[in-house]
């Protein structure tokens, strides 16, 4: 199964777990155009399927930032984009690294747009704040879709096995 249809099912997922799931109404393609120019950086497919399909989203306590906008902050892009930016001024946190969401350690789990495979996908790090050598950063996965579908399917597993 490659990135893209990882994320096709997790959408799949989360659609199938409403009840222990919550997500926004998804992104525009001028949003998305908005964030990338933002970032610096092309979102790669599996993420922005995903984006598309809900903005922002989790299911079973795991918590994706997402890309998502509030009528008290106007036209600025929350989530993903201004937890990286954030990240950069405030950390030195290098370009090219996306947040996605929190480790709950005191990481950020980041896409590094500096190593794109053949299909335009980022693997999944977790970057730590001070880290400068992106050798030495954790892999979690080599694509987003992939990560975020098996961190999903356990998370709903132990939330249903739990109740």
């Not at 959408?11 to 949003?31: F, K, M, P, T, V």
């Not at 908005?34 to 809900?54: K, N, V």
């Not at 929350?78 to 950069?88: C, H, I, K």
């Not at 730590?128 to 998370?155: K, M, V």
Request: aromatic letters at 8%; charged letters at 25%; proline letters at 4%.
């Amino acid at each position: 199964m490659n990135a893209v249809e990882a994320s096709e099912r997790l959408i799949q997922l989360i659609r199938e777990n409403e009840d222990i799931a919550n997500h926004a109404d998804g992104c525009s393609a001028g949003e998305v155009a908005a964030a990338e120019r933002d970032l610096g950086a092309t979102l790669p497919p599996s993420y922005r399927l995903l984006i598309e399909e809900f903005g922002t989203w989790d299911i079973a306590g795991e918590e994706f930032l997402g890309i998502y906008q509030t009528p008290a902050m106007g036209q600025k892009l929350l989530g993903s984009v201004s937890e990286t930016l954030d990240a950069r001024n405030q950390y030195g946190m290098p370009s090219g690294l996306i947040v996605t969401m929190f480790d709950g350690m005191g990481g950020l789990v980041v896409l590094d747009a500096s190593q794109e495979d053949q299909d335009g996908e980022y693997p999944v790090l977790v970057w730590n704040p001070g880290a400068t050598d992106r050798e030495d950063l954790e892999r979690l996965g080599n694509d987003f879709g992939s990560f975020a579908l098996s961190t999903c399917r356990q998370a709903v597993t132990r939330w249903r096995e739990s109740s």
